[in-house]
C-alpha cells in the first residue's frame, strides 16, 4: 500500500449543494495538498470498461511498426501540438525520457491557435479514438468535480474555478508506453524528475507501477491502486495558493520487466484565462503569493517549448 490517501470523491460528483460529505471530502483534499500534493481518487464515476478499451486500444497502437505509428506522427499535427512522439523524442530537464507515447486535447477544428485543433487518432486502431473522446469528457467531470473540493477546501464558493478559471479548461491527455528499464541508469528515466505545470493531473496507471513521488523525507513510490487516479497538484495552484498546495516532483523508472502505459490528464485554467490571485481569508492576499502575469495559453506555450525543442523551431511557434 502507498502511504498517499485514498480519497472517495462520490460526494463531489453529487448534484445536491448542500451534502455535508462535501465537506469531510474536501477537508481530505486540503490536507493532501498541503502535505504531498499527491493523493489517489476513487469514486470517481468513470467506468471500468471504459479505461480497459483504453488500456487495450492503446496497448494495440504501441505494438505496431515504427512507420505505422509515424503516420500520426506529432512532426503532421503542427501547431496543433497532438500526435505521436518515438523513444526519447520527449525531454525532460533537458533529458530524452524513456517512454513513446501520444497527445490528445479537446478535439476542436483547425485554425492558427497553438495547441488547439483536430487530434490524430491511427487509422488502423479505430477503437482508439472512440475511447479517448469518451474519455476526455468524463475527465473533464473528475477535474472539475476535485477543483470544487480544492474550493471549499479553500473557504471559496464550491463553484469557484468551475464558473472562472476552468469554464472552458485547458485539457491535454496523453498516453504514454514506457519499455522496461533502465535497470540501472542514474541518468536515465522513463520521465525524469519534474512537477506539472497546471491545476490538477488525473492519472491512470496499468498495474506495473514505478511512479515515483518526491517528499520531505525522501522518494517514496505511488503503487498503481485499482480503480483509482493519482491526483497531483501542478504549479499554477501552488503559485495560486502561495505554496500551500504542493506541486511536488515526481519521476518514473519501470523497473517491472513488463510494457508500462500510463495515461496522465491535465487539467488547467482556459486558455485566455489570466488566472487571478485567490481571494482568501476576507480578501486578504496569501504571504508569498505570486501574481501572475498573461494568460494560461501564454504560460503553457512557454513550457512545451522546451520539451519538444526540435519540433518547436520547425513550428516555429
Ligand atoms: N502538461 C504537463 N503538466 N506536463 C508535465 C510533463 C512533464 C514532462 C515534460 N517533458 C517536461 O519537461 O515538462
Ligand atoms: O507516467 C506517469 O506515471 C507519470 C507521467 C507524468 O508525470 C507526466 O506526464 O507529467
Ligand atoms: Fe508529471
Redo the contacts with the bound molecule.
Keep these: 500500500m502507498s502511504e498517499l490517501p485514498v480519497i472517495d470523491i462520490a460526494p463531489l460528483l453529487q448534484a445536491e449543494a448542500a451534502d455535508p460529505g462535501k465537506r469531510a471530502v474536501a477537508d481530505a483534499i486540503g490536507a493532501a495538498c498541503r502535505e504531498h500534493g499527491f493523493f489517489y481518487v476513487s469514486g470517481h464515476g468513470v467506468p471500468p470498461a471504459l479505461i480497459e478499451r483504453l488500456d487495450a486500444a492503446s496497448r494495440r497502437f504501441f505494438a505496431l511498426p515504427e512507420p505505422v505509428k509515424d503516420e500520426i506522427s506529432m512532426a503532421r499535427g503542427g501547431r496543433a501540438w497532438r500526435g505521436f512522439f518515438p523513444v526519447g523524442g520527449?525531454?525532460?530537464?533537458?533529458r530524452p525520457?524513456l517512454k513513446e507515447g501520444i497527445y490528445f486535447g479537446a478535439e476542436q477544428p483547425p485554425g492558427d491557435l497553438p495547441l488547439h485543433g483536430p487530434n490524430l487518432f491511427p487509422a488502423q486502431v479505430p477503437e482508439l479514438r472512440e475511447a479517448v473522446l469518451e474519455y476526455l469528457p468524463a475527465m473533464t467531470r473528475v477535474g472539475q468535480a476535485v477543483m470544487s473540493g480544492i474550493a471549499l477546501s479553500l473557504g471559496l464558493a464550491e463553484d469557484y474555478f468551475r464558473t472562472g478559471y476552468t469554464a472552458d479548461p485547458t485539457i491535454?491527455f496523453?498516453i504514454f508506453h514506457y519499455p522496461p528499464g533502465p535497470a540501472d541508469d542514474p541518468d536515465t528515466w522513463g520521465?525524469?524528475e519534474?512537477?506539472?505545470?497546471?491545476l490538477l493531473?488525473l492519472l491512470l496507471q496499468d498495474g506495473n507501477g514505478g511512479l515515483q513521488v518526491r517528499t520531505a523525507t525522501g522518494w517514496i513510490e505511488a503503487p498503481p491502486v485499482p480503480g483509482t487516479f493519482v491526483c497531483n497538484i501542478?504549479?499554477m495552484l501552488d503559485k495560486l495558493t502561495g505554496g500551500r498546495y504542493r506541486s511536488t516532483p515526481h519521476r518514473v523508472r519501470n523497473r517491472s520487466g513488463n510494457e508500462r502505459l500510463s495515461f496522465?490528464f491535465?487539467f488547467?485554467p482556459g486558455w485566455d484565462s489570466e488566472v487571478p490571485p485567490l481571494p482568501y481569508a476576507g480578501g486578504q492576499r496569501w504571504d508569498g503569493q505570486v501574481d501572475f502575469t498573461g494568460t494560461y495559453g501564454e504560460y503553457?506555450l512557454s513550457?512545451?517549448s522546451?520539451?519538444f525543442p526540435h519540433l518547436f523551431e520547425q513550428q516555429q511557434l
Design positions: 520527449e525531454l525532460t530537464s533537458g525520457d491535454l496523453r520521465v525524469g519534474h512537477t506539472d505545470y497546471g493531473t501542478g504549479d496522465p491535465f488547467d503553457l513550457k512545451v522546451k520539451v
